[in-house]
């Protein structure tokens, strides 16, 4: 029997309208139509000449506008892309073009394209797919293909078909073993902010290529959770949407400092929406000295020069500043040229080190790496993602709403989500634990809030000593999987069969990398099912301990994280950014003006990205060191460096110029911005080093670059005079 063919609706049909209505929810304009006996487009007697020329104009202009770029503008980039990559895969499937492809669905094409979708395991250029996992996603791509056939076919999937298709969906999940429990929502709480800022502001383990990043991310963190915006509206934040203001305080308090962010890159469906406007301001002795905005967007902001007042450079301009009487405010504008450009902005690499794009804003995906692994630093067993802190702010306003008696309406979480209903915040951003006390509720007795609130955040499973790599016993095991034996195996016959010339073949050379990608998904697999092991071995352990007579020492670990193998602008960042406050206003100020000093100081500095040495693989039975814990340095007392880098750094000065053929890079040892190993650092051997300076200099060297020896002050006129001056003077090859 021949499977039934759905065709288009006609709007004009007041059952089918009325029945799509019920289904999916369409527009209420369809709804307005039933019961009407002609088109809008039909002239109907009785009625004014006039209104039907409009009528008929209107009608006409309609229908010449091109439905395409309609909807375009009805969706976002990111959107768009999403439904080009669904019809193509589509159109693959069928063997057919975009086009008229659509005019024959039915239930069983849908039922076997979706089955051909769920059995796909690779994708683009071989790339082997994660796989869908749970019905949620099912239900999802589901969406997805029905507005590609809306946006192809100028009208809405059939009803009947609608309805037929959730039972295709049911049968394909349980054929393909899918799961009916949805994804993990952490809810980031303002105390699990705290932990996760610490990390990142004291944290080593986690380089970037400058320190204007880990300045940009940790400011980002704190706009995230007061203002509750998506990740891509904090990050397309510009500077002509900041306004910073002096605001005369009505308490007759000292002079306040006001921040206001206007956020217009929210969701673009069917258009753009209303720019919020977010006020935020200073705390005068915060009691939470690291959840400061305005300190670190201040000196972002004094790192770009972005204020049109020439002399208004640091900090210590901001003590002399009042509002004229008869005024309330004082307003710190921008220059005009930096107007669109992005805030926070993206690293890129130049001839002598990397620098931030004057374009390009910063990356999403940098931001959902940058989290995660910091997260995993802090020792949580959750992810941590960016939009868990919207999870979280959501929750704090619809928290503020039902303190305020307005649960219905919710005036907080409406105005910060722009959604058009709450129930979307409900079904979508609401944490599925329970966070009430039902049994106090039940009882009758008064809740214990702090303790369940204590319950529900992400910080309650903190271990800083949870394992985050791999043993090298662990991660060697996988060679012991039978698909990296398989693959092994097949390679070693076909490398006897070609011989010498086995490495000139490309069938070899593609076994070889599908050998490295399965050992690195394996390891990735490995590595959680290790981390549940230990969590369980760990609290046996624990409970043994102290079960025989055994005590916990202090927080040792903390306290070595806070001091050991920092830069000198990197302590005086963790130390004015995380002081107490203080009493007195004067002190407070002063408090506050070398946090922002320190943070300009710091967005200079080049970290150097991650260590060469990130792939190594901790040994089991990790110990904390012997060695005594460095007292923290005095920032006030310390200006320039130490004695004994100074002398690190003469030893390495004499090096390129007396040793034949030393084995450190010179160019590296001019930049002043990098930290001391990374200047320093000395290559095993001789051919790493010139692969280094090939591809780390030699490389990237444009046509309108200024080449210089930083040691020597010596200018280069170009590529071949500097590798002929690096081999003759300083004895690099290249």
Same mark, same amino acid.
């Given at each position: 029997?021949?499977?039934?063919?759905?065709?288009?609706?006609?709007?004009?049909?007041?059952?089918?309208?009325?029945? *799509?209505?019920?289904?999916?929810?369409?527009?209420?304009?369809?709804?307005?139509?039933?019961?009407?006996?002609?088109?809008?487009?039909?002239?109907?007697?009785?009625?004014?000449?006039?209104?039907?020329?409009?009528?008929?104009?209107?009608?006409?202009?309609? !229908?010449?506008?091109?439905?395409?770029?309609?909807?375009? +503008?009805?969706?976002?980039?990111?959107?768009?892309?999403?439904?080009?990559?669904?019809?193509?895969?589509?159109?693959?499937?069928?063997?057919?073009?975009?086009?008229?492809?659509?005019?024959?669905?039915?239930?069983?094409?849908?039922?076997?394209?979706?089955?051909?979708?769920? !059995?796909?395991?690779?994708?683009?250029?071989?790339?082997?797919?994660? /796989?869908?996992?749970?019905?949620?996603?099912?239900?999802?791509?589901?969406?997805?293909?029905?507005? =590609?056939?809306?946006?192809?076919?100028?009208?809405?999937?059939?009803?009947?078909?609608?309805?037929?298709?959730?039972?295709?969906?049911?049968?394909?999940?349980?054929?393909?073993?899918?799961?009916?429990?949805?994804?993990?929502?952490?809810?980031?709480?303002?105390?699990?902010?705290?932990?996760?800022?610490?990390?990142?502001?004291?944290?080593?383990?986690?380089?970037?290529?400058?320190?204007?990043?880990?300045?940009?991310?940790?400011?980002?963190?704190?706009?995230?959770?007061?203002?509750?915006?998506?990740?891509? @509206?904090?990050?397309?934040?510009?500077?002509?949407?900041?306004?910073?203001?002096?605001?005369?305080?009505?308490?007759?308090?000292?002079?306040?400092?006001?921040?206001?962010?206007?956020?217009?890159?929210?969701?673009?469906?069917?258009?753009?929406?209303?720019?919020?406007?977010?006020?935020?301001?200073? =705390?005068?002795?915060?009691?939470?000295?690291?959840?400061?905005?305005?300190?670190?967007?201040?000196?972002?902001?004094?790192?770009?020069?972005?204020?049109?007042?020439?002399?208004?450079?640091?900090?210590?301009?901001?003590?002399?500043?009042?509002?004229?009487?008869?005024?309330?405010?004082?307003?710190?504008?921008?220059?005009?040229?930096? @107007?669109?450009?992005?805030?926070?902005?993206?690293?890129?690499?130049?001839?002598?080190?990397?620098?931030?794009?004057?374009?390009?804003?910063?990356?999403?995906?940098?931001?959902?790496?940058?989290?995660?692994?910091?997260?995993?630093?802090?020792?949580?067993?959750?992810?941590?993602?960016?939009?868990?802190?919207?999870?979280?702010? /959501?929750?704090?306003?619809?928290?503020?709403?039902?303190?305020? !008696?307005?649960?219905?309406?919710?005036?907080?979480?409406?105005?910060?989500?722009?959604?058009?209903?709450?129930?979307?915040?409900?079904?979508?951003?609401?944490?599925?634990?329970?966070?009430?006390?039902?049994?106090?509720?039940?009882?009758?007795?008064?809740?214990?809030?702090?303790?369940?609130?204590?319950?529900?955040?992400?910080?309650?499973?903190?271990?800083?000593?949870?394992?985050?790599?791999?043993?090298?016993?662990?991660?060697?095991?996988? !060679?012991?999987?039978?698909?990296?034996?398989?693959?092994?195996?097949?390679?070693?016959?076909? *490398?006897?069969?070609?011989?010498?010339?086995?490495?000139?073949? +490309?069938?070899?050379?593609?076994?070889?990398?599908?050998?490295?990608?399965?050992?690195?998904?394996?390891?990735?697999?490995?590595?959680?099912?290790?981390?549940?092991?230990?969590?369980?071995?760990?609290?046996?352990?624990?409970?043994?301990?102290?079960?025989?007579?055994?005590?916990?020492?202090?927080?040792?670990?903390?306290?070595?994280?806070?001091?050991?193998?920092?830069?000198?602008?990197?302590?005086?960042?963790?130390?004015?950014?995380?002081?107490?406050?203080?009493?007195?206003?004067?002190?407070?100020?002063?408090?506050?003006? @070398?946090?922002?000093? @320190?943070?300009?100081?710091?967005?200079?500095?080049?970290?150097?990205?991650?260590?060469?040495?990130?792939?190594?693989?901790?040994?089991?039975?990790?110990?904390?060191?012997?060695?005594?814990?460095?007292?923290?340095?005095?920032?006030?007392?310390?200006?320039?460096?130490?004695?004994?880098?100074?002398?690190?750094?003469?030893?390495?000065?004499?090096?390129?110029?007396?040793?034949?053929?030393?084995?450190?890079?010179?160019?590296?040892?001019?930049?002043?911005?990098?930290?001391?190993?990374?200047?320093?650092?000395?290559?095993?051997?001789?051919?790493?080093?010139?692969?280094?300076?090939?591809?780390?200099?030699?490389?990237?060297?444009?046509?309108?670059?200024?080449?210089?020896?930083?040691?020597?002050?010596?200018?280069?006129?170009?590529?071949?005079?500097?590798?002929?001056?690096?081999?003759?003077?300083?004895?690099?090859?290249?």
């Amino acid at each position: 029997m021949a499977p039934a063919v759905y065709g288009r609706q006609s709007l004009s049909d007041p059952d089918s309208v009325h029945s *799509k209505y019920e289904e999916d929810g369409s527009d209420r304009e369809e709804e307005d139509d039933v019961g009407y006996d002609t088109d809008a487009t039909e002239i109907d007697r009785g009625v004014d000449p006039r209104v039907q020329a409009r009528l008929g104009l209107r009608a006409w202009t309609m !229908n010449e506008l091109d439905a395409s770029e309609n909807i375009e +503008e009805d969706y976002a980039t990111a959107t768009t892309r999403l439904l080009d990559r669904c019809e193509q895969q589509y159109c693959r499937y069928i063997g057919q073009p975009p086009g008229d492809e659509y005019s024959h669905l039915s239930k069983g094409l849908l039922h076997s394209f979706f089955d051909w979708r769920l !059995n796909q395991r690779r994708g683009k250029k071989g790339r082997k797919l994660r /796989g869908t996992k749970l019905c949620s996603s099912l239900e999802s791509y589901w969406k997805t293909f029905r507005l =590609v056939y809306e946006r192809a076919s100028g009208a809405k999937i059939d009803a009947r078909l609608t309805r037929d298709m959730h039972k295709v969906l049911r049968k394909l999940a349980k054929k393909h073993g899918l799961s009916r429990q949805p994804g993990d929502k952490p809810t980031m709480y303002v105390d699990d902010l705290v932990e996760v800022l610490q990390t990142s502001l004291t944290t080593v383990e986690k380089r970037y290529m400058l320190g204007q990043q880990r300045i940009d991310i940790h400011t980002i963190l704190l706009l995230a959770l007061p203002t509750g915006q998506r990740p891509e @509206a904090l990050l397309n934040l510009r500077y002509r949407y900041i306004r910073v203001t002096l605001l005369r305080d009505p308490a007759g308090g000292p002079r306040r400092m006001l921040l206001e962010f206007t956020f217009e890159f929210t969701k673009t469906f069917m258009g753009m929406k209303e720019a919020n406007t977010f006020p935020i301001p200073e =705390v005068i002795c915060d009691p939470s000295p690291i959840l400061r905005p305005y300190v670190f967007l201040l000196g972002r902001l004094f790192a770009d020069r972005a204020f049109a007042v020439v002399g208004l450079t640091g900090p210590e301009g901001l003590d002399g500043l009042d509002i004229r009487p008869g005024c309330n405010e004082l307003r710190l504008d921008f220059r005009d040229e930096l @107007a669109d450009v992005h805030v926070f902005r993206r690293p890129v690499k130049t001839l002598y080190g990397w620098k931030m794009s004057d374009i390009e804003p910063l990356p999403y995906a940098t931001l959902y790496s940058g989290l995660k692994i910091l997260g995993a630093i802090t020792g949580m067993r959750q992810i941590v993602r960016p939009y868990t802190l919207r999870y979280g702010a /959501g929750k704090a306003f619809d928290a503020n709403g039902e303190r305020e !008696n307005q649960p219905a309406s919710r005036p907080g979480t409406r105005d910060t989500d722009r959604h058009a209903d709450t129930r979307t915040f409900l079904r979508h951003y609401l944490s599925r634990q329970v966070t009430a006390d039902t049994l106090a509720i039940v009882r009758g007795l008064e809740p214990q809030d702090v303790v369940m609130h204590a319950a529900c955040r992400m910080s309650r499973s903190i271990d800083p000593q949870r394992l985050r790599k791999l043993t090298r016993a662990q991660a060697l095991s996988v !060679n012991e999987d039978p698909d990296v034996r398989s693959l092994v195996q097949h390679r070693a016959i076909l *490398k006897d069969c070609l011989g010498y010339r086995a490495t000139q073949n +490309e069938e070899y050379c593609l076994l070889g990398r599908e050998i490295a990608k399965t050992r690195q998904r394996k390891r990735h697999a490995l590595l959680p099912e290790v981390q549940r092991r230990w969590d369980k071995q760990q609290a046996v352990a624990d409970i043994e301990f102290q079960l025989a007579g055994g005590k916990f020492q202090p927080d040792w670990y903390k306290i070595v994280d806070a001091t050991n193998g920092r830069s000198f602008e990197h302590k005086r960042l963790i130390q004015t950014g995380m002081t107490l406050p203080v009493a007195n206003l004067e002190e407070e100020l002063s408090r506050r003006h @070398a946090a922002i000093a @320190a943070v300009m100081a710091y967005c200079q500095v080049e970290e150097g990205g991650p260590r060469r040495d990130r792939n190594t693989y901790p040994d089991a039975g990790w110990a904390p060191p012997n060695s005594s814990i460095e007292k923290r340095p005095n920032a006030a007392s310390q200006n320039t460096q130490a004695p004994e880098e100074y002398d690190i750094l003469d030893k390495a000065m004499l090096s390129v110029f007396y040793e034949k053929r030393p084995t450190l890079c010179f160019l590296c040892l001019a930049r002043k911005k990098l930290p001391l190993d990374k200047r320093v650092y000395r290559f095993r051997t001789l051919g790493e080093l010139s692969k280094y300076f090939r591809r780390r200099y030699l490389e990237n060297i444009r046509d309108d670059d200024t080449i210089e020896c930083g040691v020597c002050n010596m200018p280069l006129d170009d590529k071949m005079y500097l590798q002929n001056y690096a081999l003759r003077i300083h004895g690099t090859v290249s």
